[in-house]
């Protein structure tokens, strides 16, 4: 073992350990006090509905789509892979910049952004089996709203989510990812992006996940899968059991710049860890996400680098967690990376 695993080793006296993200500063408790094997976490088995057993609003090709992507290539409507549609129940519509009003102590703003649905074609293919090549097309997908959603002047900060089954908040099983734009940065976001520039002003412009990636390909430990553009991490501060975070190797801020490499690895990643989480843990359900760069009046987040975090439903937000913010993990990332880096799927 190196210096750098040495550094991070569970004293034994203690039933956990907290740990802090060194990007949001959030804390964690990893209580392998309280451990569990791997195999412990495998979900009962899905009972997973079939198309056919309901009414599926996603089979259809809708007419105002805003985008279609085919299998090849190219918009053949017959032969339609992705496409993004504006959300039926929309939390948020388009229009005029919100103002932000003072009610007494509180402030409000109208409810102004975007919310729409990347929908994949197959009810019965979550992503974790589809191929890197239509993974990539929906990374593409989320890359081409960006750009045009970026072009809308009110607009801060541009989420993109995955729900996989209901405890996960899917209420429509057919796969598929959403969009939200707020006026707004929330604040998770809020607190990496400063994370992340409190680091880079103290490191002579240095990216704290730039650091995380070059610490972690040397300690291994951690690393559950890597190709030539990005990495697979169970992070240090895992805020709940099997966390993973996508890395692309590059340092970019901004997810709608990576070229096209960028998101044939990614998506090759991100299929992998997903297959391995369904394989390794009895398809649990899950949700990913991708955090980066804020978009809106232009403020330099060149020191932030944008990647994708997958959290398993393995535990629930109990008092502590909820009225804390600090989650406990029950197994180590160290054992979570070691377990799924050997699912074979
Ligand atoms: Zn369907
Ligand atoms: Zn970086």
Redesign the pocket.
């Given at each position: 073992m190196n210096e750098d695993a040495e550094q991070t080793k569970h004293p034994s006296h203690a039933p956990s350990e907290l740990r802090q993200d060194p990007v949001s500063g959030e804390w964690v408790v990893i209580a392998t006090g309280r451990a569990k094997r791997p195999q412990d976490f495998a979900s009962a088995p899905q009972k997973r509905a079939t198309p056919s057993a309901y009414p599926c609003p996603f089979e259809v090709l809708f007419p105002n789509a805003h985008s279609v992507y085919a299998r090849d290539g190219g918009t053949n409507a017959d032969e339609w892979l992705v496409q993004v549609v504006p959300n039926k129940y929309p939390a948020f519509v388009g229009g005029a910049c919100p103002v932000l009003r003072e009610v007494g102590p509180y402030r409000v703003t109208d409810g102004i952004g975007f919310h729409e649905v990347v929908i994949t074609r197959d009810h019965a293919r979550p992503l974790g089996v589809q191929t890197s090549t239509e993974a990539e097309l929906v990374l593409r997908a989320y890359q081409d709203r960006f750009r045009a959603i970026k072009a809308d002047s009110c607009m801060r900060y541009i989420s993109v989510f995955h729900n996989h089954g209901p405890l996960a908040g899917a209420t429509i099983e057919h796969p598929h990812s959403q969009i939200i734009a707020t006026p707004v940065i929330p604040p998770d976001i809020g607190r990496s992006i400063a994370g992340s520039h409190a680091y880079a002003q103290t490191h002579g412009g240095?990216?704290?996940?730039?650091?995380v990636?070059r610490h972690e390909l040397r300690a291994g430990e951690r690393v559950v899968y890597e190709n030539n553009d990005a990495v697979v991490l169970a992070p240090f501060a895992s805020k709940t059991a099997f966390e993973l975070r996508v890395m692309p190797r590059?340092?970019?801020?901004y997810f709608e710049e990576a070229g096209a490499s960028e998101r044939r690895g990614v998506a090759e990643a991100l299929t992998v860890s997903l297959a391995r989480i369904a394989k390794g843990l009895g398809d649990p359900d899950y949700n990913f996400f991708l955090h980066t760069a804020p978009v809106g009046p232009p403020e330099s987040f060149s020191?932030?680098?944008w990647h994708i975090e997958i959290i398993p439903k393995t535990a629930v937000w109990a008092g502590f967690e909820i009225g804390t913010g600090i989650e406990i993990s029950t197994i180590s990332p160290e054992e979570a990376a070691a377990f799924l880096k050997n699912v074979i799927v």
């Amino acid at each position: 073992m190196n210096e750098d695993a040495e550094q991070t080793k569970h004293p034994s006296h203690a039933p956990s350990e907290l740990r802090q993200d060194p990007v949001s500063g959030e804390w964690v408790v990893i209580a392998t006090g309280r451990a569990k094997r791997p195999q412990d976490f495998a979900s009962a088995p899905q009972k997973r509905a079939t198309p056919s057993a309901y009414p599926c609003p996603f089979e259809v090709l809708f007419p105002n789509a805003h985008s279609v992507y085919a299998r090849d290539g190219g918009t053949n409507a017959d032969e339609w892979l992705v496409q993004v549609v504006p959300n039926k129940y929309p939390a948020f519509v388009g229009g005029a910049c919100p103002v932000l009003r003072e009610v007494g102590p509180y402030r409000v703003t109208d409810g102004i952004g975007f919310h729409e649905v990347v929908i994949t074609r197959d009810h019965a293919r979550p992503l974790g089996v589809q191929t890197s090549t239509e993974a990539e097309l929906v990374l593409r997908a989320y890359q081409d709203r960006f750009r045009a959603i970026k072009a809308d002047s009110c607009m801060r900060y541009i989420s993109v989510f995955h729900n996989h089954g209901p405890l996960a908040g899917a209420t429509i099983e057919h796969p598929h990812s959403q969009i939200i734009a707020t006026p707004v940065i929330p604040p998770d976001i809020g607190r990496s992006i400063a994370g992340s520039h409190a680091y880079a002003q103290t490191h002579g412009g240095a990216c704290v996940h730039c650091a995380v990636l070059r610490h972690e390909l040397r300690a291994g430990e951690r690393v559950v899968y890597e190709n030539n553009d990005a990495v697979v991490l169970a992070p240090f501060a895992s805020k709940t059991a099997f966390e993973l975070r996508v890395m692309p190797r590059t340092h970019c801020a901004y997810f709608e710049e990576a070229g096209a490499s960028e998101r044939r690895g990614v998506a090759e990643a991100l299929t992998v860890s997903l297959a391995r989480i369904a394989k390794g843990l009895g398809d649990p359900d899950y949700n990913f996400f991708l955090h980066t760069a804020p978009v809106g009046p232009p403020e330099s987040f060149s020191h932030y680098h944008w990647h994708i975090e997958i959290i398993p439903k393995t535990a629930v937000w109990a008092g502590f967690e909820i009225g804390t913010g600090i989650e406990i993990s029950t197994i180590s990332p160290e054992e979570a990376a070691a377990f799924l880096k050997n699912v074979i799927v």
